[in-house]
């Protein structure tokens, strides 16, 4: 191996991308001019390390101002930069209109579906979390979330949140590092009661990954030397492989079991420096870190832990299988995983009642049903599941309660419900 990765060269075909993640790309290629304000009255909340400025409301700033300090205590919480030696708050600027957004957007941005954006400057001072109606987008974000206390953050407020917190103290880090890391933060959750965030895994990149580095995709895998070194330009170009990529090595560098491995992310963070360019960080970690473990013996427990991870819909294909086929015990192991990825969901939890009704333990089948209701399952469905569950305990009065609740619900319950029920009443008339 040579002393430093080989740079990539690049290719010729220009992979789709997100707006979103594109704009934070175009950052580092060139400086940005000053993008115009508009001319309305702006609202402002200055936090402990935010200034935000909303042009739609009071109460937006304020909300958004505590937004971003639990996403900031969530971030430094892994990287533990000296916060106190900002001279300057982060900057976010919020906007009620697509018109105002894109009047605020220097000229040289290419227009789009985007509601956030990070501009970089050369002064700090002016860099800027730019933004569209943060309160429309933050409610979007709470569909298909079951826990009534969390709201789901739009993905692009997160995403360019980090960026904006990692080159404050880091402007030219790695892509890698800066895009892993920003992808992994992705899918937390907000708790605006409490103000905190809540840490969960975004796996929507592992489908894709396992997609390249199985063959499955006609997409070629990025060689290590080549991730490790890869410019602005090139990502823009292979956009489709670098980003499940720079996941994944996020995802396994902080995941792996062996502490050697382990401990190649944060000697690579640790050699960061503020004052060095992109290429200069690339050298910089490659010979704190990479250099002194064996390339080949990284990429083969890369390609294990990447082929090992589920996502939560495998997870549950793999148990609807298993227990088709009658094994209860894969059944159990895959849908109790898969409840650990997406701990709101119902379908874990109803599964694991049909497991529990087979093995006899009527009870925790009863537990695991209710658990399902709590969480939004199919209400008739899971009702006629109690009641077969309460039958076969000899609860008939809960029984036929469960079954004409059922029939109320869905009229297609009809037959099946009074099939039970006929059998309820023969077992009553011998008792």
């Known amino acids: ?120 400057y050369d002064d700090p001072a002016k860099n800027t979390l730019a933004g569209l109606d943060f309160s429309r987008n933050a409610a979007h974000g709470r569909e298909g979330n079951d826990h009534p206390g969390r709201m789901q953050l739009p993905p692009a407020l997160v995403h360019q949140s980090f960026v904006q917190f990692f080159r404050a103290f880091v402007p030219n880090p790695p892509l890698w590092i800066r895009e892993g890391f920003a992808l992994h933060f992705e899918a937390v959750q907000y708790d605006p009661e409490y103000r905190t965030i809540s840490f969960r895994e975004n796996l929507n990149w592992l489908d894709p990954l396992q997609d390249i580095l199985s063959g499955r995709s006609e997409a070629t895998p990025m060689a290590l030397e080549e991730i490790l070194a890869v410019t602005p330009r090139e990502v823009l170009e292979s956009s489709s492989v670098f980003y499940p990529q720079a996941w994944g090595m996020i995802s396994f560098l902080l995941n792996a079991e062996d502490p050697e491995i382990n401990r190649v992310l944060w000697d690579s963070i640790s050699a960061l420096s503020e004052e060095a360019s992109l290429e200069e960080n690339v050298r910089r970690v490659y010979r704190s870190a990479f250099r002194w473990i064996e390339q080949e013996r990284l990429e083969e427990a890369f390609l294990s832990y990447i082929s090992s991870r589920n996502t939560f819909r495998g997870w549950v294909e793999k148990g609807v299988s298993a227990f088709h086929r009658q094994e209860l015990e894969e059944a159990e192991e895959s849908f109790t995983q898969a409840a650990f990825i997406e701990e709101d969901h119902y379908v874990p939890p109803y599964f694991l009642g049909l497991i529990h009704y087979q093995r006899g333990d009527h009870d925790r089948a009863d537990q695991f049903y209710q658990r399902a209701l709590d969480r939004g399952a199919d209400r008739a469905t899971t009702l006629y599941a109690l009641a077969v569950t309460a039958f076969a305990s000899d609860r008939l009065t809960e029984a036929e309660e469960y079954l004409k609740e059922a029939i109320l619900l869905e009229p297609e319950y009809q037959d099946r419900a009074e099939e039970l029920l006929s059998r309820l009443r023969r077992r009553r008339g011998r008792s």
């Open 1 to 120: 191996m040579t002393d430093r990765p080989l740079q990539r060269q690049a290719g010729s075909v220009s992979a789709t991308i997100p707006l979103v993640l594109a704009f934070s790309l175009l950052m580092i290629i060139g400086a940005l001019p000053e993008p115009a304000h508009g001319n309305s009255r702006p609202h402002q909340v200055r936090s402990e390390h935010y200034l935000v400025i909303s042009r739609t409301s009071q109460a937006e700033a304020e909300d958004v101002a505590d937004t971003m300090e639990a996403l900031l205590s969530l971030y430094n919480r892994k990287f533990r930069f000296p916060l106190e030696t900002l001279e300057t708050p982060f900057r976010v600027e919020l906007f009620g209109s697509p018109r105002e957004f894109d009047q605020f957007l220097p000229e040289s941005l290419e227009r789009g579906d985007h509601h956030f954006v990070y501009l970089h």
